[in-house]
């Protein structure tokens, strides 16, 4: 065949295989459209898992009637116009492909009216072919209607699912828009029955309550909010305590500037947020929000833009991981930390004793803390029920003081609120633990010589790795030299890990420095041994403790970092609150 150039329809068929692979992706576009107008009410209807109907409607700015042909001309854009509004795009799209792509595979229709017009226009398209603009009645706003979708490309039409697989790729992404944007109401049909309409959430309280909607409401239960700004970055949003940590890596959405990512950067820095706090395994929760200067962020580095590239991302690795793991390092046991979220469910919803009577999941915020104080107050004031109940001093300890020593292995201790319940080894692992790392952050690494220099074969590039970031591997108690292009001698290691295997370390760490640019796997190793140190070093089952022993623990647990969980996530203690104990025995009935 001689050299061609290609048909202006093919072109756009060619690129919707990239940016469209199914309805779902249709919609992912239509609703960022509806965003990036700057909507605050959107609507999206679906038939047949979107293969048969996709409709978006929108309130946002709309289009003139002389840029509609534009809209869905190839490479045409209102978002940006020169390279440098490229390098500080703040708008999701900026590509002008997807209203092509679509409607060269599809039956499409646009309608709009643009601002202050006085009357809407619409344009219709068959696989990509325009018709002219007809006068259509429309609201100020956009509305896109893409019908049977991939018609004309039997072969993508045969990739396509079972219809309630493709509803359900659709709804994860309607789902992802909905908490990227909290200012815009999210309204989803489906085969003309309402799946969600979600109202804007212009507080915390209507955030959450959207959260919680998509994440599920254990989620929130188990969510502390957090919120955190530093050189030019700020980071919010809601992570789960460790205990509610999950099989799967299904319940992590993380936002960079409005726009949902999954970076391996960034994911990385949350999970070392939370390293020590979770079980092998398992994988945390959360919801975050961060925001920083566009211009440090490509986000031209994907068809798709899930993927981005951040211009510095060690500085951004740390802040995200300092900022998780100062927010877990505030789950210490009956602590109240400001950065936690409101009580949920709202006071109003749970009433009376609600917050006390949650133990675990509420102690954090400083809303449930006033609830706590006003129910104690309450308790205090209200005639006792029967003439042996006893209460606690409305200023005793959130852990109370230690009543027994139950089958060697738990402590009952009896707090203003009831009756909490302490698992003493648990609870000892973690006070040991936190003490064993702070006595190593104090005096440092110290390093031991390795006997035997022990030389490893790398790759040159590992090897130039190993060189520029030399300095930070010393202060970790590792000492490397480079033997040869492509080889590193392992001089020393961290004395604790004496008896480590000088290899496999380096090779993690390498493994670290090459994806992320930087490594924390001898801080990992460091306390994974520090952490079975602790464990052996605990306080075991059997051993019977004293009551000024009993009460010891409880003040420790107190004061101590992330003593709500063990070391394994799992809780150190819970609560029975007098309300919980009086249903037990249906009293007051
Ligand atoms: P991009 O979003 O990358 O600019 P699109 O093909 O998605 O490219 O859209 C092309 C243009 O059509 C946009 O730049 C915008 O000006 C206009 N447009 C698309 N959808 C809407 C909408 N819902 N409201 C207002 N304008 C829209
Ligand atoms: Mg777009």
Redesign the pocket.
């Given at each position: 065949m001689p050299i061609q150039q290609l048909p202006a329809q093919l072109i756009d068929q060619i690129a919707a295989g990239e940016v469209v692979e199914r309805p779902a992706s249709v919609v992912k576009?239509?609703l960022?459209?509806?965003l990036?107008?700057g909507?605050s009410r959107i609507e999206l209807e679906l038939e047949q898992g979107g293969v048969k109907l996709c409709r978006?409607r929108?309130n946002?700015?709309?289009?003139p009637r002389d840029?509609l042909a534009?809209?869905?001309a190839r490479h045409?854009?209102?978002?940006?116009n020169s390279l440098s509004d490229l390098e500080h795009i703040g708008?999701?799209?900026?590509?002008?492909?997807?209203?092509?792509?679509?409607a060269s595979v599809s039956r499409l229709r646009?309608v709009?009216r643009h601002g202050e017009d006085q009357e809407g226009w619409s344009l219709t398209t068959e696989g990509g072919d325009q018709q002219t603009a007809s006068p259509a009645a429309h609201p100020t706003?956009?509305s896109?209607e893409v019908r049977d979708l991939f018609y004309n490309t039997p072969a993508r039409r045969r990739f396509l699912k079972a219809e309630r697989t493709e509803f359900g790729h659709i709804q994860k992404v309607a789902e992802k828009i909905a908490l990227s944007r909290f200012s815009a109401a999210l309204q989803l049909k489906h085969n003309d029955r309402v799946v969600f309409d979600l109202p804007a959430a212009a507080d915390r309280q209507k955030q959450e309550e959207r959260v919680a909607r998509v994440c599920g409401r254990t989620f929130m239960e188990h969510a502390m909010y957090l919120e955190h700004e530093r050189d030019g970055m700020r980071l919010s949003g809601w992570i789960a305590r460790p205990t509610f940590s999950r099989s799967q890596p299904d319940l992590q959405h993380f936002f960079l500037n409005g726009r949902a990512v999954r970076d391996k950067v960034l994911g990385h820095a949350v999970r070392a947020g939370y390293r020590d706090v979770l079980y092998q395994g398992r994988h945390p929760a959360y919801v975050l929000y961060l925001e920083m200067d566009p211009a440090l962020v490509d986000v031209n580095a994907h068809p798709s833009k899930l993927e981005v590239r951040l211009r510095d991302s060690r500085t951004v690795h740390d802040f995200v991981r300092r900022t998780v793991d100062a927010t877990l390092a505030g789950t210490t046991a009956g602590e109240t930390s400001g950065a936690a979220p409101a009580a949920w469910p709202p006071a109003a919803e749970s009433g009376g004793l609600s917050a006390a009577q949650r133990g675990l999941t509420f102690y954090s915020t400083a809303s449930a803390v006033r609830d706590q104080l006003g129910a104690y107050r309450k308790l205090m004031e209200s005639p006792p029920i029967g003439p042996e109940r006893e209460l606690a001093p409305a200023d005793s300890p959130p852990l109370g003081f230690a009543l027994a020593h139950l089958h060697g292995a738990f402590i009952l201790a009896q707090s203003g609120d009831g009756l909490v319940i302490v698992d003493v080894h648990a609870a000892h692992e973690r006070i040991t633990y936190e003490r064993l790392k702070r006595s190593v952050s104090e005096s440092g690494v110290q390093v031991q010589p390795l006997l035997i220099p022990h030389a490893i074969s790398v790759t040159a590039r590992q090897a130039d790795l190993c060189e520029q970031h030399a300095e930070t591997i010393a202060k970790l108690g590792l000492e490397l030299t480079r033997g040869g292009e492509r080889s590193i001698t392992v001089r020393a290691l961290p004395a604790l890990l004496g008896s480590a295997d000088p290899e496999a370390l380096l090779q993690d760490v390498l493994a670290d420095l090459e994806e992320i640019g930087k490594t924390d796997q001898v801080e990992r190793k460091l306390d994974e041994l520090l952490a079975s140190m602790a464990c052996h070093g605990s306080l075991r089952a059997n051993r019977s403790l004293t009551t000024d022993e009993m009460n010891a623990l409880l003040r420790e647990m107190e004061t101590t970092e992330r003593s709500d969980q063990c070391n394994h996530g799992r809780p150190t203690w819970t609560v029975l609150s007098l309300q919980e104990l009086d249903r037990l025995f249906s009293r007051g009935r």
């Open positions: 576009e239509l960022e459209n509806s990036d107008a909507a978006v929108d946002g700015i709309g289009i840029e534009l809209a869905l045409a854009t209102s978002k940006i708008s999701l799209g900026f590509r002008g492909e997807a209203l092509p792509s679509i646009l709009s706003g956009t896109v």
